[in-house]
């Protein structure tokens, strides 16, 4: 049960790392600001055989329609996939995912929408920087500095997902409940490092819980899921904002999953995450909009 006296303990056991200041900083060419407080990334996804059927956008229109809708609903940034992880889905080549991807990022850029793109390849990210995006959402592991120099040079910034394997598509099992967050810490110091090394000066660490890898819908993933949510703010210890994806399960929502990254949402707030990626942004907003008025 989620429940004062299950909270309370582990803020205070963990209470240096709840307190912990974290970099706050500017997208100027977007005018965006980031400060220590929660924020929305709406979902755009531009594979047809994503799981959230909602958030598909099967045409150009229909994507720049929802992009825009999402700002005005008030989603911080847009983040457009072109290949979906889930266990089912296709492989998406790089060329593909770059067609798929390179005409809405560069309209949405042009209307000065911050544009986040979900990618484990490089070679996309990079191509979509130059179309004007301004974060890479990296579901995978990149040890090439060329990459964290391209997104420097861009003055954009990078989410950095933690994923056991070499991707958010790779077969690895999670690590149990009990060894998670240090795998997580000297996954991220490692990443953390590369990135600033190049010049890196705008980042998320993502504990990347969202990814369903060895865990089908049901209680066990429920409770691994809430439970890092609870946990999240202890990676403010490295300094860096903290990212989360709002996971809905159909096992515990049924037919009101759509109001359940609302629930989600809520944890968050009460967890100090800092971003949010979200598929039901109109939903979630106002849990977000309470910070004004706490």
Request: hydrophobic share 45%; glycine share 6%; charged share 25%.
């Amino acid at each position: 049960m989620i429940s004062a006296d299950r909270i309370f303990p582990l803020w205070s056991r963990y209470r240096q790392a709840l307190e912990a200041p974290i970099r706050t900083f500017e997208f100027p060419r977007f005018n965006k600001q980031f400060d220590d407080r929660t924020y929305q990334m709406g979902v755009l996804n531009l594979s047809p055989d994503s799981i959230y059927r909602e958030t598909i956008c099967h045409t150009f229109e229909a994507a720049l329609y929802r992009g825009r809708r999402m700002t005005l609903e008030g989603a911080a940034m847009v983040d457009i996939g072109g290949e979906s992880t889930g266990d089912t889905a296709d492989i998406v080549s790089i060329e593909k995912q770059i067609d798929r991807m390179r005409p809405v990022v560069a309209a949405l850029a042009e209307e000065q929408i911050l544009v986040s793109v979900e990618t484990y390849h490089p070679e996309v990210a990079v191509a979509l920087l130059q179309a004007g995006a301004g974060v890479v959402n990296l579901t995978g592991r990149v040890d090439d500095t060329a990459f964290y120099q391209a997104v420097a040079k861009h003055e954009a910034g990078i989410v950095l997902c933690y994923t056991p394997g070499e991707n958010a598509r790779s077969s690895d099992v999670l690590p149990a409940a009990s060894e998670i967050f240090d795998r997580q810490l000297v996954f991220f110091k490692e990443r953390i490092a590369l990135a600033e090394s190049a010049g890196v000066e705008r980042l998320w660490v993502d504990p990347g819980f969202g990814f369903t890898l060895n865990l089908p819908d049901g209680p066990d993933r429920i409770r691994y899921q809430t439970d890092s949510i609870l946990q999240s703010f202890r990676l403010r210890e490295l300094g860096w904002p903290v990212t989360v994806q709002l996971t809905g399960a159909v096992y515990l929502f049924r037919d009101e999953v759509r109001v359940a990254q609302t629930s989600a949402a809520t944890l968050a707030v009460l967890s100090k995450v800092n971003l949010v990626r979200s598929h039901e942004v109109p939903r979630v907003q106002p849990v977000l909009d309470l910070q004004d008025f706490a």
